[in-house]
């Protein structure tokens, strides 16, 4: 069964610039989401989608942020203007209907680095 | 104060040592008790869970909830170098809305 993928792995841009991450979850995982994993601290959720609906976007800073899902199975996560402290690893996860976090699998993660 | 604390360690014990990690909470609200490990420059992945209070066996692993105390801990018998890894715990509630609140990790080597 093939993982969660995301690209790019890496990124550097500089303050004001703009920049996206691209999600593909695991085929036929209904629950997508997105969390912000600043060096030191676990993962924070941005933003969680069942099928290509918004469950809950309480902490994404949507000021600056933007996310959605076309046809419920692949995403992408936008940060225009980005500010220094988004500086962090944006981790992708799917999940099977039933929630819990036996079903929640991560991907490798997408390294930001705001200059 | 913060929903979840973790001790951060770094944690180093020899190969073959049994270790403990720990996480307390505040929110008496949490039901579902996670363990995930991040190995570096990777994702987390789910290693144990449990649902509200009592001990879960693993392998090698054994996940304890004290809710009382609101207290959770991680064991690792005859632990390895390949167990060198960031230790996550994670809460959440009971309702199907509930997030996943993640503590901020503790990072276990293992020395052979």
């Known amino acids: 069964e093939a993982g969660v993928a995301q690209s790019p792995r890496y990124k550097i841009i500089e303050k004001r610039q703009s920049v996206a991450f691209w999600c593909n979850p695991i085929?036929?995982?209904?629950?997508l989401y997105w969390y912000q994993q600043i060096l030191g601290q676990g993962p924070k959720l941005l933003i969680q989608?069942?099928?290509?609906?918004?469950?809950?976007d309480s902490q994404l800073p949507k000021d600056r942020f933007s996310a959605e899902r076309l046809k419920g199975v692949d995403s992408t996560l936008k940060i225009q203007p980005a500010k220094l402290e988004d500086s962090a690893v944006y981790l992708c996860?799917?999940?099977?209907?039933?929630?819990?976090?036996?079903?929640?699998?991560f991907g490798p993660g997408t390294r930001l680095l705001v200059l | 104060q913060k929903e979840v604390e973790q001790d951060p360690g770094p944690l180093s014990v020899p190969e073959g040592a049994i270790v403990s990690l720990n996480c307390t909470y505040s929110?008496?609200?949490?039901?579902?008790f996670m363990w995930y490990r991040q190995y570096s420059r990777k994702g987390p992945e789910l290693l144990m869970y449990?649902?509200?209070?009592g001990n879960k066996e693993d392998g090698r692993f054994t996940a304890q909830v004290d809710k009382s105390s609101k207290y959770i801990s991680l064991f690792i018998r005859d632990s390895q170098p390949s167990d060198s890894a960031t230790y996550l715990c994670?809460?959440?509630?009971?309702?199907?809305?509930?997030?996943?609140?993640f503590g901020s990790g503790t990072r276990l080597s293992i020395r052979p």
């Open positions: 929110n008496s609200a949490f039901q579902y």
């Open positions: 996860a799917s999940g099977g209907l039933s929630r819990v976090g036996e079903t929640q699998y």
């Open positions: 449990t649902y509200s209070s």
């Open positions: 989608f069942q099928n290509n609906g918004v469950v809950d």
């Open positions: 085929s036929g995982h209904a629950t």
């Open positions: 994670a809460l959440s509630g009971a309702s199907s809305a509930s997030k996943i609140i």
